[in-house]
């Protein structure tokens, strides 16, 4: 039977799918659309099979947040092409909505057959590869930042005593530029509490090895070997690094300071960033 450029139409309308892949699924159908659709379908999952096994090393993060959580999510793709494509962008932006709207926590079913639908409309394989859900306590607030257009994607939590000091502009400001220092110095940890003492050992046996030919006294060599270790962890924990806007005081002395002015208490609960295309 003809099929009509009208019916191929309606069918690339309903489904995404490129023309000639409607225009054969209908021919196969015998112009029946709903076994056209049910065809298009199965099409798409042959070809999501098919791309499994390639490599996904572009991608981009998405950010969204709402008064009770913040949800993170990398979506990676073969190459940065797609990950610059409109229906990339349409895909992990859908993804945020649905994790805030029915509360998802973690990777499942629903969201990856979201991914899969657009592998069988684009062809190349894509992944959700990564999802961060932050809920927020009375009290916390989140800044975000994407940077690079997707590149990487930054969210850290703040508390205070006082909720509504979050409104006051300066408050604001920092927080947002908070963000913006993880995504410029990636610290490994919160503070030097946080770090693990396992961590800590291999540093200072690396520290001792690098001045045990100095001709000086034991307990010079370990006062050495502790301002080297200070100087390490306050290079990689955000409380310690001196802060983006202002090096003349670290992370948690400007917070100590904007808090005061504000007359409230501020702290760092915690962050976190997702890198496209990584491990």
Do not use: W
Request: with cysteine.
């Amino acid at each position: 039977m003809q099929i009509t450029a009208q019916q191929v139409k309606q069918l690339r309308d309903a489904t995404g799918a490129g023309m000639m892949d409607c225009k054969n699924a209908l021919v196969k159908a015998e112009g029946d659309f709903d076994k056209a659709d049910k065809i298009l379908k199965e099409m798409g999952l042959a070809a999501v099979a098919k791309r499994q096994d390639r490599a996904t090393d572009n991608g981009r993060v998405f950010i969204k947040k709402n008064d009770k959580e913040v949800v993170m999510l990398e979506v990676t793709c073969e190459t940065d092409f797609v990950a610059a494509n409109e229906k990339f962008s349409e895909l992990g932006n859908d993804l945020c909505d649905t994790v805030l709207a029915k509360g998802y926590t973690e990777i499942n079913d629903d969201l990856v057959g979201k991914v899969n639908a657009l592998i069988a409309i684009i062809k190349e394989n894509m992944k959700l590869s990564k999802l961060y859900v932050l809920p927020l306590a009375a009290g916390h607030y989140a800044s975000t930042y994407i940077h690079g257009n997707g590149a990487m994607g930054v969210v850290v939590e703040f508390a205070s005593d006082k909720s509504d000091v979050f409104a006051n502009p300066e408050v604001l400001e920092f927080t947002n530029d908070c963000a913006l220092h993880v995504a410029a110095f990636t610290p490994t940890y919160l503070s030097m509490k946080d770090v693990p003492e396992a961590y800590v050992n291999e540093q200072l046996d690396i520290f001792r090895v690098q001045v045990k030919d100095m001709q000086k006294p034991e307990k010079v060599l370990e006062g050495i070997v502790k301002g080297k270790l200070n100087k390490h962890l306050g290079e990689i924990c955000l409380l310690n690094q001196a802060f983006v806007k202002d090096e003349t005081m670290s992370v948690e002395k400007k917070m100590e300071a904007i808090g005061k002015a504000a007359g409230a208490k501020l702290s760092i609960v915690g962050f976190k960033y997702f890198t496209a295309g990584t491990k």
